[in-house]
């Protein structure tokens, strides 16, 4: 593993090349194994940034840094585990000192649908990784969000997440679970608290619809490609929208 002293020489160097005036932007990617995640990890290297990518599986912690160690670094961590605020932090202290994204991407769904399929320990599983893994994420990463001139914390949200759809059927109750409407509510909910809390701190907190993106989770009628989904992402978090915002990837604005 290369070690923070090896890794800033790298980026000491990348320095030396730009003429002095920028540094390698660094980025904070979960659930960056498979789907959306694993096309924001590679569109984020490829614009330069070191990735730091929080996978669950040994094989992915494997398959990711035999791709770029000095670019990409996972670690192994599920987000649901309340040991990840400190084993996240104390890896980001040690690999990297300042951090300018953080997207909350990992997310499963339930599979019980309507209020007699909703089964309990779905509901807290799926609280967990929506709502509790991007809190824990959040408070590992903020003291190093904090050393960033503009940092941003995109949360990983749905369509499925607006109330004002959801009442006014804008989005077709039969096709999500309770528990994922709720939990991806609740992240919405926790964009909304974070980014008035961090307001004046130059950290701006948005929630995302990726869109109907094509993956494992995505819906049958899934029309956009996870390279595509990832491309509008970043070129969100790059741009200088608002923070406390809820929008699709495209930049539209949606309802809460
Ligand atoms: N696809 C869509 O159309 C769509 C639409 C709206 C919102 N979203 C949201 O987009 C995000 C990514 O979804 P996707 O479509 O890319 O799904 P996906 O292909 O199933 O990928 C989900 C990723 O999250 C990881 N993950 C799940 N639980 C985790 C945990 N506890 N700790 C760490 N990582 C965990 C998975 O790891 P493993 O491989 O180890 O399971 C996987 O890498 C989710 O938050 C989802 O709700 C997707």
């Not at 980025?27 to 990518?53: F, N, P, Q, S, W």
């Not at 989005?171 to 528990?179: F, G, I, K, L, R």
Request: glycine content about 8%; overall charge neutral; hydrophobic content about 40%.
């Amino acid at each position: 593993m290369v070690n923070r002293q090896q890794r800033l020489k790298v980026i000491e160097g990348n320095q030396q090349e730009t003429g002095g005036n920028s540094r390698q932007p660094v980025a904070v990617v979960t659930g960056a194994g498979k789907g959306i995640g694993r096309a924001l990890l590679e569109e984020l290297h490829a614009r330069g940034y070191l990735v730091v990518a929080v996978v669950r599986s040994l094989a992915d912690v494997r398959e990711l840094f035999s791709l770029a160690p000095q670019h990409i670094l996972p670690i192994r961590c599920d987000v649901t585990e309340p040991s990840t605020e400190v084993v996240l932090k104390e890896f980001l202290e040690s690999q990297v000192g300042t951090i300018d994204l953080l997207i909350n991407n990992a997310g499963f769904g339930a599979t019980g649908y309507g209020i007699t399929g909703l089964d309990f320990k779905e509901l807290d599983n799926v609280l967990a990784v929506s709502c509790y893994g991007p809190i824990r994420c959040v408070r590992a990463c903020l003291p190093f969000m904090k050393a960033s001139s503009r940092a941003t914390i995109i949360n990983m949200s749905s369509r499925f997440a607006s109330l004002e759809w959801v009442a006014s059927g804008a989005v077709p109750h039969e096709q999500a679970t309770y528990p994922y409407r709720i939990a991806k509510a609740a992240m919405n909910m926790f964009t909304s608290c974070l980014s008035i809390e961090l307001k004046g701190s130059g950290i701006r907190v948005l929630s995302v619809d990726p869109g109907k993106v094509k993956t494992r989770f995505g819906p049958r009628d899934a029309d956009v490609e996870p390279a595509d989904a990832a491309k509008a992402i970043v070129d969100l978090a790059e741009k200088n929208v608002d923070t406390g915002i809820f929008v699709h990837a495209s930049g539209e604005k949606l309802p809460w």
